[in-house]
């Protein structure tokens, strides 16, 4: 039985949750997420909090109880305070900068590295090696940092390339001098 399933979901205030059959609408300040929710599981709305209840009990259904409720419950949280992701860059000339709402990013390469958030995400770049991606939707803010850090992940010699803010990278000794 999953105990994360169990716990409601509290609606924060400024929050309004539409639960129309299997899908689960919320709106707030910072836009409207949309979650659908398997028939497997039934979603209940009352006195502003969410709660959702198994229908079955086959092994899946024990799986996704946990799956929907965290989906259900970051939709609402992301539309309320959003979710954020850092990425740090170092080495020497690697530097970001916005162009518009192009990432314009220098990793050594013999070309500009651009990326185009999609609707809904904000890029912001301070002091050209710390960049910031916003949104509701916390996949995307995922999956948009985790693009940024691809086009250049951190190399284990020197450290130089793009990280996660407070992300260890574990370093390697090079190899001794020749005698």
Not at 27 to 40: A, Y
Request: without cysteine.
């Amino acid at each position: 039985m999953s105990r994360i399933g169990k716990k409601p979901i509290e609606v924060p205030q400024g929050v309004e949750v539409k639960i129309e059959g299997q899908t689960v609408s919320a709106k707030g300040p910072l836009g409207t997420e949309v979650v659908e929710v398997r028939p497997e599981i039934s979603v209940k709305l009352e006195n502003g909090v969410v709660t959702l209840e198994k229908v079955g009990t086959s092994r899946e259904t024990d799986a996704l109880y946990g799956l929907s409720r965290t989906l259900v419950a970051n939709a609402i949280t992301g539309v309320k305070d959003g979710f954020v992701k850092k990425l740090e860059i170092n080495g020497v000339g690697y530097r970001a900068q916005m162009q518009g709402k192009t990432l314009n990013m220098a990793l050594g390469y013999s070309h500009p590295v651009n990326i185009e958030p999609p609707e809904g995400i904000t890029i912001t770049v301070e002091n050209n090696t710390n960049i910031t991606v916003k949104g509701a939707n916390k996949q995307m803010v995922g999956d948009i940092a985790a693009l940024i850090r691809s086009k250049r992940p951190p190399e284990v010699y020197k450290g130089k390339g793009v990280k996660y803010a407070g992300e260890y990278i574990r370093r390697k000794v090079g190899k001794a001098g020749k005698k």
